[in-house]
């Protein structure tokens, strides 16, 4: 089987989209996807990197939220740096400052509907928690335990 060319285009078509997600259908219907995606590699391949893809945006956007709270926080506890301006403008009649907090809030509502628009446009998270249930099963029985027990 070649891996540049799917075994039936037309299920391959529905499976290589970028959104397209097989976990909310009907067991049935998402028995023979996932057969093909066993005995596809192409679209296996395809459906891999566009999860992959997904999983860094929400990577990305996760870090950069992380990133301009803790740039909120060093601009707030170091004060000089928070009343710190950057920029300022003369619109009209109004004068308007942009400071280094005004920056790392503006930068923290940018990333946060980044992350809110990559978990509802794709099946990031439906992935992810797929990939945990997995490798919750292929973890030994101790162990499985053990987090059961953290956890309760």
């Known amino acids: 089987m070649q ?3 799917c075994v039936d285009p037309t299920v391959g078509d529905i499976l290589s989209g970028w959104r397209y997600d097989i976990s909310g259908i009907h067991s049935e219907m998402r028995k023979d996807y996932e057969e093909h995606l066993r005995s596809c590699a192409y679209c296996h391949s395809r459906q891999r990197l566009h999860r992959t893809i997904d999983v860094l945006l929400i990577g990305v ?4 939220i992380a990133a301009f709270v803790l740039a909120l926080d060093v601009a707030h506890k170091v004060e000089p740096l ?3 301006v950057l920029l300022h403008l003369q619109l009209r009649q109004m004068s308007v400052a942009v400071s280094v907090q005004l920056i790392a809030v503006l930068g923290l509502l940018v990333s946060m509907l980044a992350w809110i628009l990559v978990a509802i446009t794709t099946p990031a998270p439906t992935f ?3 990939q ?5 099963h ?3 029985v101790e162990v499985r335990e053990r987090f059961a027990k953290h956890s309760a």
């Open 61 to 64: 956007a996760t870090l950069s």
């Open 3 to 5: 891996k540049d060319m």
């Open 128 to 130: 992810l928690s797929e």
């Open 82 to 84: 928070g009343s710190w």
């Open 132 to 136: 945990a249930k997995a490798l919750q």
């Open 138 to 140: 292929r973890l030994p």
